[in-house]
């Protein structure tokens, strides 16, 4: 069967580009393909084993709705935040669109009011402390959906694509782009060994960070314009609720960006999340990464973020994806395919973490899915220097934070090294194949994700 309208991947883009098409012209043939379940048949085992047991496709990630049903949902309402779209699009657009995003969201029952959006006093002295030691304050306002409101949000918006005959076939590998004569005619993807193809003229290629690599390799074999673009390779920290009060009771989510002194590197806090907890997400075979997440309902007393020191990198290296993956691997031999963890106290004396001293903190770690020892061992040396220089920096706008309770969790990396050449419609050069999401490697957030997915459908609708 040929469809009108085909999207690779059914995250953030997918979902939100799959809702503009059918709003606009419910005679559209849409179809969702996912590597994942659909998102009532997403269920993650440590939900009820309480410990990650390495699926083989990981529920927190894959699967319709993508990661962000998984995430804490956070949702930057500018386009300073979330990626650099707007580079191509110019900063109106995606400020417009990404207003368009949230019509959804109120359609949907989320109706909470976004924070930051108007400072007061101890919001100032926070930015004036950021201003006096050379950090950057991106203060944008925040909405926050919470991983239990995400679960609720998104499965009323896939109930909603489903009435409207919006359809979806999931635990599918993207296998192989069709094209002919420089046009997209659609997909093949890998289906419990067989081979499926589906035809459509306008496909749009939205796979999320996850499937980043995948995405590059197809490039690279269809002929499809991209760059090597950055790759985030971080920790994600955890601190006593206490010393993050003003931030979280403000901000919520305090975004800085630091340029480190020794290299003059880039380095930024990404997905703050007050009372949350720490999650481990299965990205490959061997590929343990770290993250967060953050309920409406269930607190801990525990605020954990994450530190990414952005990486670029320059011919003749063409293989960022391999070098970040090549880390995790080195992590998990370390841990058995656990997250390394190490106190900030240790990791300044140069001495590995244990179990026992982790029990003389003031802190108890949210996650048991770690193994107390040494990041040096797996990290590299200028990463390594530039995240404890920025702890030491954001101790000077929150004091404590440079403490021994500061627990890192490594790895965390954000695979988004692909940045495919795309236009102001984000297709690519292909004819017919837009471009969306993380994946496209001008998106790192909710917000940027699903603009591109609506900014791409827009002009397929242009066709019909």
């Known amino acids: 069967m040929k469809y009108d309208i085909i999207f690779l991947g059914g995250g953030q883009a997918g979902i939100f580009g799959a809702y503009e098409a059918v709003e606009k012209n419910s005679q559209l043939k849409v179809l969702v393909i996912d590597k994942g379940r659909m998102l009532k048949n997403r269920v993650c085992p440590k939900e009820t084993l309480g410990k990650c047991v390495n699926c083989p496709t990981c529920a927190i990630i894959y699967g319709v709705s993508g990661a962000g049903a998984f995430s804490d949902s956070k ?31 109120r359609k949907f029952g989320f109706n909470e009011e976004p924070s930051g959006l108007k400072y007061n006093t101890k919001m100032e002295e926070i930015k004036r402390r950021c201003i006096e030691h050379g950090i950057q304050l ?15 949000l998104y499965t009323m918006l896939v109930d909603y694509l489903l009435e409207k005959n919006v359809t979806f076939v999931t635990e599918r590998e993207v296998e192989e782009l069709i094209i002919e004569d420089g046009k997209i005619k659609g997909a093949k993807v890998s289906y419990k060994g067989q ?14 960070r996850s499937g980043a690599h995948k995405v590059m390799d197809l490039c690279h074999k269809h002929g499809v314009n991209y760059q090597n673009g950055a790759i985030d390779i971080g920790v994600r920290v955890e601190i006593p609720d206490i010393i993050m009060k003003d931030i979280n009771e403000n901000f919520y989510e305090a975004k800085m960006i630091y340029y480190t002194k020794t290299y003059n590197d880039k380095m930024r806090t990404f997905c703050s999340n007050p009372s949350g907890f720490i999650a481990a997400e299965k990205h490959a075979e061997d590929v343990i990464l770290a993250n967060g997440h953050a309920y409406k309902d269930k607190k801990s007393t525990n605020t954990n973020l994450s530190l990414l020191c952005t990486k670029t990198f320059t011919k003749p290296f063409d293989k960022p ?32 973490s244990t179990d026992e001293k982790l029990e003389r903190l003031n802190i108890v770690p949210t996650t048991t899915d770690y193994v107390a020892g040494d990041i040096s061992l797996a990290c590299p040396k200028r990463i390594l220097d530039n995240i404890m220089e920025f702890i030491e920096a954001h101790d000077k706008i929150t004091p404590g934070f440079a403490s021994a309770d500061l627990l890192l969790y490594f790895p965390e990396i954000k695979f988004r090294s692909t940045r495919m050449e795309i236009d102001k419609n984000m297709m690519t050069n292909i004819e017919g194949l837009y471009a969306a999401g993380d994946s496209s490697g001008y998106g790192s957030g909710l917000n940027i994700a699903a603009v591109m997915g609506m900014l791409a459908v827009r002009h397929i609708l242009t066709k019909y």
């Open 138 to 152: 991106v203060d944008t306002p925040t909405m926050h959906l919470g991983t239990d409101g995400s679960r609720k």
């Open 321 to 352: 994806f391999e070098y970040a993956t090549a880390i995790a691997n080195l992590s998990s031999m370390l841990t058995g395919g656990k997250l390394l963890l190490q106190s900030y106290g240790d990791l300044k004396l140069g001495k590995r």
């Open 75 to 105: 949702f930057n309402m500018d386009y300073k935040v979330g990626g650099d779209v707007h580079t191509v699009t110019g900063k109106e657009v995606v400020n417009q669109t990404i207003k368009d995003v949230v019509s959804v969201y």
């Open 195 to 208: 081979m499926e193809e589906y035809y459509a003229d306008n496909v749009v290629l939205g796979m999320g």
